[in-house]
Protein backbone atom coordinates (compact mmCIF):
# COMPACT_ATOMS: atom_id res chain seq x y z
CA UNK A 1 0.00 0.00 0.00
CA UNK A 2 1.43 2.84 -0.89
CA UNK A 3 1.43 6.76 1.25
CA UNK A 4 1.58 9.84 -0.29
CA UNK A 5 2.33 13.39 1.22
CA UNK A 6 2.05 16.51 -1.13
CA UNK A 7 4.39 19.75 -0.53
CA UNK A 8 4.85 22.93 -2.05
CA UNK A 9 1.62 24.65 -1.48
CA UNK A 10 1.39 28.36 -0.66
CA UNK A 11 0.00 31.79 -1.17
CA UNK A 12 1.11 33.64 -4.33
CA UNK A 13 -0.03 36.24 -6.76
CA UNK A 14 -1.96 36.23 -9.68
CA UNK A 15 0.42 35.78 -12.66
CA UNK A 16 3.20 33.52 -10.31
CA UNK A 17 4.44 29.52 -10.45
CA UNK A 18 4.47 27.10 -7.90
CA UNK A 19 5.92 23.52 -7.77
CA UNK A 20 3.73 20.93 -5.92
CA UNK A 21 5.54 17.49 -5.28
CA UNK A 22 4.09 14.37 -4.04
CA UNK A 23 6.41 12.19 -2.35
CA UNK A 24 5.39 8.40 -2.35
CA UNK A 25 6.52 5.57 0.13
CA UNK A 26 5.54 2.08 0.95
CA UNK A 27 4.89 0.95 -2.34
CA UNK A 28 7.24 0.09 -5.97
CA UNK A 29 5.98 3.78 -6.78
CA UNK A 30 6.76 2.93 -10.50
CA UNK A 31 3.70 0.46 -10.66
CA UNK A 32 1.57 3.68 -10.39
CA UNK A 33 -0.27 6.30 -12.04
CA UNK A 34 -0.50 8.89 -10.59
CA UNK A 35 -3.06 12.44 -10.56
CA UNK A 36 -3.43 15.70 -9.49
CA UNK A 37 -7.18 16.58 -8.23
CA UNK A 38 -8.19 20.22 -6.55
CA UNK A 39 -11.00 21.21 -4.67
CA UNK A 40 -11.66 24.85 -3.94
CA UNK A 41 -14.27 25.39 -1.45
CA UNK A 42 -18.03 24.34 -1.93
CA UNK A 43 -17.03 22.99 -4.88
CA UNK A 44 -16.54 19.20 -5.52
CA UNK A 45 -13.22 17.56 -5.70
CA UNK A 46 -12.00 18.31 -10.09
CA UNK A 47 -9.28 16.01 -11.89
CA UNK A 48 -6.00 18.61 -12.75
CA UNK A 49 -3.61 16.64 -13.91
CA UNK A 50 -2.45 13.07 -14.21
CA UNK A 51 0.45 10.34 -15.34
CA UNK A 52 0.55 6.94 -16.53
CA UNK A 53 2.99 4.54 -14.51
CA UNK A 54 4.80 4.23 -17.27
CA UNK A 55 5.50 8.27 -17.51
CA UNK A 56 4.67 8.36 -21.65
CA UNK A 57 1.64 9.77 -21.13
CA UNK A 58 -0.07 12.45 -19.40
CA UNK A 59 -3.22 14.10 -19.05
CA UNK A 60 -4.43 17.83 -18.23
CA UNK A 61 -7.89 19.43 -17.37
CA UNK A 62 -8.70 21.90 -20.29
CA UNK A 63 -8.86 24.40 -17.64
CA UNK A 64 -4.88 24.14 -16.95
CA UNK A 65 -3.44 23.34 -20.30
CA UNK A 66 -0.74 25.10 -21.06
CA UNK A 67 0.07 26.59 -17.86
CA UNK A 68 0.63 23.36 -15.88
CA UNK A 69 2.69 20.43 -16.38
CA UNK A 70 3.13 17.11 -14.72
CA UNK A 71 6.52 14.81 -14.82
CA UNK A 72 7.50 12.01 -12.24
CA UNK A 73 10.63 11.15 -11.10
CA UNK A 74 10.68 7.12 -10.27
CA UNK A 75 14.46 7.12 -8.71
CA UNK A 76 13.04 9.78 -5.93
CA UNK A 77 9.95 8.28 -5.92
CA UNK A 78 7.88 11.72 -6.57
CA UNK A 79 5.58 13.12 -8.96
CA UNK A 80 5.21 17.46 -9.80
CA UNK A 81 3.13 19.40 -10.82
CA UNK A 82 4.48 22.61 -12.53
CA UNK A 83 2.12 25.39 -12.15
CA UNK A 84 2.79 28.71 -14.26
CA UNK A 85 0.60 31.66 -14.78
CA UNK A 86 -1.13 31.05 -12.12
CA UNK A 87 -5.02 32.64 -10.99
CA UNK A 88 -7.26 33.25 -8.28
CA UNK A 89 -9.26 30.27 -9.61
CA UNK A 90 -7.01 28.21 -9.54
CA UNK A 91 -6.93 28.79 -5.57
CA UNK A 92 -7.83 25.16 -3.79
CA UNK A 93 -6.68 22.11 -2.22
CA UNK A 94 -4.26 20.13 -3.84
CA UNK A 95 -4.26 16.56 -3.49
CA UNK A 96 -2.57 13.78 -5.21
CA UNK A 97 -3.83 9.81 -5.95
CA UNK A 98 -2.14 6.90 -7.08
CA UNK A 99 -3.50 4.01 -8.68
CA UNK A 100 -2.14 0.84 -9.85
CA UNK A 101 -4.30 1.01 -13.24
CA UNK A 102 -2.22 1.99 -16.34
CA UNK A 103 -4.55 4.58 -16.84
CA UNK A 104 -5.49 8.25 -16.04
CA UNK A 105 -8.58 8.63 -15.06
CA UNK A 106 -10.47 12.08 -14.60
CA UNK A 107 -13.43 10.67 -11.62
CA UNK A 108 -11.63 10.62 -8.29
CA UNK A 109 -13.38 7.64 -7.19
CA UNK A 110 -11.59 6.13 -9.65
CA UNK A 111 -8.45 6.33 -7.48
CA UNK A 112 -7.01 4.33 -5.00
CA UNK A 113 -4.91 6.02 -2.56
CA UNK A 114 -5.05 9.60 -1.38
CA UNK A 115 -2.40 12.57 0.27
CA UNK A 116 -3.74 15.19 2.55
CA UNK A 117 -3.30 17.83 0.73
CA UNK A 118 -1.95 20.98 0.37
CA UNK A 119 -3.14 24.51 -0.03
CA UNK A 120 -2.77 27.08 -3.11
CA UNK A 121 -4.41 30.52 -2.74
CA UNK A 122 -3.62 32.91 -5.80
CA UNK A 123 -4.28 36.53 -5.04
CA UNK A 124 -5.47 38.70 -7.31
Known amino acids: QVQLVESGGGLVQGGDSLRLSCAAS????????VGWFRQAPGKEREFAAG????????RLADSVKGRFTISRDDAKNTVYLQMNSLKPEDTAVYYC?????????????????WGQGTQVTVSS
Open 51 to 58: IRRSGEFT
Open 26 to 33: GGTFSSYS
Open 97 to 113: AADSGDLVRSMPANWDY
